[in-house]
């Protein structure tokens, strides 16, 4: 979303929670919306909204990433593993997912 890359994450959390009216379902809305969120550090509602994306679509792996994110920004390093596990699980050879599982793993002192 280009308000989101020129730093106007107001901006863009009005056009994905427009975006989510226009369509409820749309699991990747949700997504987008928990990302705004959780760059301006409202780890809350970011996570309220990857819940819903992964309610919505259990193999988004984005939205699996996003709930890691937050745990990891928290320092919650087992959750975070948990969950970046689930998205790798879903998308086995992505760079970021098997970096950021990585990233887990050694701040929980599994590192393999």
Request: charged share 25%.
């Amino acid at each position: 979303n280009c308000l989101s890359l020129n730093h106007e994450y107001d901006k863009a959390i009005q056009a994905f929670k427009r975006a989510i009216q226009l369509a409820p379902e749309s699991d990747y809305a949700y997504t987008l919306l928990g990302n705004e969120y959780s760059l301006i550090d409202e780890l809350e509602r970011a996570m309220a909204c990857f819940r819903k994306a992964i309610q919505l679509n259990p193999r988004s792996y984005k939205a699996w990433n996003g709930v890691a994110m937050v745990y990891l920004k928290q320092e919650k390093f087992p959750s975070a593993e948990f969950h970046f596990t689930k998205a790798t699980n879903i998308f086995r050879t992505n760079p970021d997912l098997i970096c950021h599982l990585a990233v887990a793993q050694h701040k929980c002192n599994r590192s393999e």
